[in-house]
């Protein structure tokens, strides 16, 4: 039986049940993995199938997963929870399931991907690649992983959408280290591209050598250039504040503002995209059957839009942005647009500042207020009257995303696919330069 007869069945089966509605998307994944630490040292391969089941019965909703293809298995448990639905509170943003939409399917296969998958191709060869790229940089050392994916997804609902989409995914990343110094790249797609494969390694290579020894600097306020890692980090936390639901709970910054509100700085427009085929989530249609498309949450620093699914649609009175999740509206991939800075101009735009290649453990203190801090991590550096004096270690920078999100001033020509496990929504990004940064010692 096909997955997507598989679906369908599971769907009639909850329906016969009892329930008033019910979708069933199911995903089989196989995936090649390369571990590497000094050089190339465990290549996994694995297959995983998830049966994600959505029911529904007077306004209750059950969300549940099986990580079986078992479809009996499936279909008693399906009874055990008809039995518990009448025990569930309804829900506050009920709404039924869409009807099915008209979908301009997505060609998101790479053959090169698919052979990687099934062995026809050496995935450690695409590993040496990026680390050769770092040891002609200066790396000494250096530790990563590449992971090639190649992925079917089925959907089927109540209300009779029956869809089904192959895809392939391909990511990278890799930490180089010269002696102290540390630097680290990453890149995520649909396609697999032998440039950007190099251009990991070798990003990374040229930052571990340029920040050896690296040295403490005075906490206070700063200007700072901050890389399209960093940029991918906060934007994801901007992308999940987006989700309407987020607003609706008051969990977001967004949620002191309304459509047409000035938000950022003219420089920063950010927006979902869903349909770009070369971007590591896209996909013809959401977990409802509803096309996807292109949303943008923030137009020349002004607030456009949130990411809606049919409930959040219907609870603000809108129309779905093709962006379920069952529950939670999510992004797809995230784009910064670009500026028309020149990558080698970006030290000349900080008389006295500092350039940050590299964060983690971003963290909100305050949702509604936007309250946040990161820490740096790998490659930072001094810069005075334009150029690169030394470089730097230990930094937090803290702030509101509203007044970071205004002080950006100036965003470079060129965007980086990002994707890794700090920038789990990829995210198209550009190298920004933010003024007047609070940056502090971490904890």
């Known amino acids: ?39 190339p040292t465990v290549t996994q391969s694995w297959a995983d199938v998830c049966v994600h089941m959505y029911l529904a019965k007077n ?27 009448s025990s569930i509170e309804a829900s506050s943003i009920y709404a039924p399931l869409p009807e099915p ?29 990026m680390i050769e790229e770092a040891v002609d940089e200066g790396a000494d050392n250096y530790a990563g992983i590449l992971l090639a994916k190649s992925s079917s997804k089925a959907l089927a609902t109540s209300e009779g959408v029956e869809l089904q989409e192959d895809s392939t995914e391909f990511e990278c990343y890799l930490r180089a280290f010269s002696r102290d110094g540390v630097g680290q790249w990453s890149y995520g797609g649909r396609m697999l591209d032998e440039c950007n494969v190099r251009e990991v390694g070798r990003r990374a290579g040229v930052y571990a050598y340029l920040s050896r020894n690296p040295e403490p600097i005075e906490p206070g306020v700063y200007d700072v250039a901050l890389s399209p890692m960093v940029v991918g980090n906060i934007v994801n936390v901007i992308g999940e504040m987006a989700s309407a639901l987020q607003v609706y709970l008051g969990l977001s910054f967004l949620s002191r503002f309304k459509p047409g509100d000035r938000v950022a700085s003219e420089i920063v427009s950010i927006e979902d995209d ?15 059957g509803m096309p996807t498309r292109i949303t943008t ?18 609870k603000f009175n809108t129309e779905s942005t093709g962006n379920a999740g069952w529950v939670r509206p999510e992004p797809w991939n995230l784009k910064f647009k670009p500026g028309d800075l020149g990558e080698d101009e970006l030290p000349s735009t900080l008389s006295d500042g500092l350039i940050l290649t590299n964060n983690w453990y971003t963290r909100l203190q305050s949702y509604v207020d936007g309250l946040f801090s990161t820490v740096t991590r790998d490659a930072a550096f001094r810069v005075r009257d334009g150029k690169i004096e030394k470089a730097i270690k230990g930094l937090r920078i803290t702030g509101k995303l509203h007044e970071f999100l205004s002080s950006i001033e100036h965003a470079t020509d060129r965007c980086y696919q990002i994707k890794w496990w700090e920038v789990e929504t990829p995210v198209l990004a550009p190298y920004i330069v933010a003024r007047g940064i609070h940056v502090s010692k971490p904890m």
């Open 1 to 39: 039986m096909s997955i997507l007869e598989t679906s369908k069945s599971l769907v009639r089966e909850g329906l016969r049940i009892g329930f008033d509605e019910t979708a069933c998307k199911l995903v089989y994944d196989r995936m090649v993995m390369v571990k590497f630490s000094g050089e």
């Open 59 to 85: 306004g209750r909703i059950i969300l549940c997963d099986y990580r079986t293809l078992d479809v009996e298995r499936v279909k008693h448990r399906l009874i055990d929870l008809y039995r518990s639905a």
């Open 101 to 129: 939409r008209r979908i301009n399917p997505l060609h998101l296969v790479d053959e090169r991907i698919v052979d990687l998958v099934e062995g026809r191709r050496n995935p450690i060869d695409y590993a040496w690649i």
């Open 274 to 288: 869903g349909m770009t085929n070369s971007l590591p989530r896209s996909t013809s249609f959401d977990d409802e």
């Open 297 to 314: 949450i923030i137009s020349g620093g002004v607030f456009e839009s949130l990411l809606h699914n049919s409930k959040t649609a219907s």
